[in-house]
């Protein structure tokens, strides 16, 4: 069964205090790693696929990386409007195409 | 313009009824899903449905039913709500071969009376 564990599930930052996110992760066959944000209230926001170990994407202030067992999503001098809870997500091979989730991680910046 | 949209985004209904839950992309996409969210944030697949295929997730109960009227919709009906069925449902819509990321809707909250 695919398994992803997102730690920490909340992290208070300072406006302008670089942190990572992790996500590990189990599964079948690899398709592809995701990461999304969710605003209170809303639908999760697509960010990044990654699909192999090495793989680096960035978006503004955001870094996500990928290796065998798990992925980072690094966050340079954060902003208020970066709160928002982070969730990973993993595809495996297959027909199915569905995403496993994990529980996310809930961050603050403070200004 | 809206990517995929659901209606209606808050319903509140009591034990024992039976409602749907419609959504509509917009993206030309050709496989869409159902995804419930608990009171604990945990996202988990409901069903997906292409033309040509529907898994269902074996947890579902089969009082959920996904109904398909076209590629660009795909409606959940509930039948005989239960309290614990209160939760967040959420529609997304991907395209097969191409970067499989999906893209989800706002979300309908749903409160079981």
């Not at chain 1, 944000?37 to 697509?46: C, I, L, M, V, Y």
Request: neutral net charge; charged residues 20%; hydrophobic residues 30%.
């Amino acid at each position: 069964e695919d398994q992803v564990t997102q730690s920490p599930e909340a992290l208070r930052l300072q406006e302008g205090e670089s942190s990572s996110l992790n996500c590990s992760y189990t599964v079948s066959g690899l398709r592809g790693l995701f990461w999304y944000r969710q605003d209170p209230g809303k639908g999760p926001e697509f960010l990044f696929t990654l699909y192999s170990a090495g793989e680096e994407k960035e978006k503004e202030r955001l870094k996500a990386t990928l290796t065998k067992k798990e992925s980072f999503l690094h966050i340079t001098a954060p902003k208020p409007e970066d709160s928002a809870t982070y969730l990973c997500a993993v595809q495996a091979g297959g027909s199915a195409r569905q995403l496993t989730f994990g529980s996310g991680t809930q961050l603050t910046v403070l200004p | 313009d809206t990517a995929v949209s659901q209606t209606p985004k808050y319903l509140v209904t009591q034990m024992g009824n039976d409602k749907s839950i419609k959504c509509e992309q917009n993206l030309g996409h050709d496989t869409m899903y159902w995804y419930k969210q608990d009171s604990k944030k945990f996202l988990k697949i409901m069903f997906s449905y292409n033309n040509k295929e529907l898994i269902i997730n074996e947890t579902v109960p089969n009082r959920f039913s996904p109904k398909s009227p076209d590629k660009a919709h795909l409606n959940l009906h509930i039948n005989s709500l239960e309290l614990g069925d209160s939760a967040v449902y959420f529609c997304a819509s991907s395209q097969v071969g191409h970067s499989y990321e999906q893209y989800f809707g706002p979300g309908t909250r749903l409160t079981v009376t």
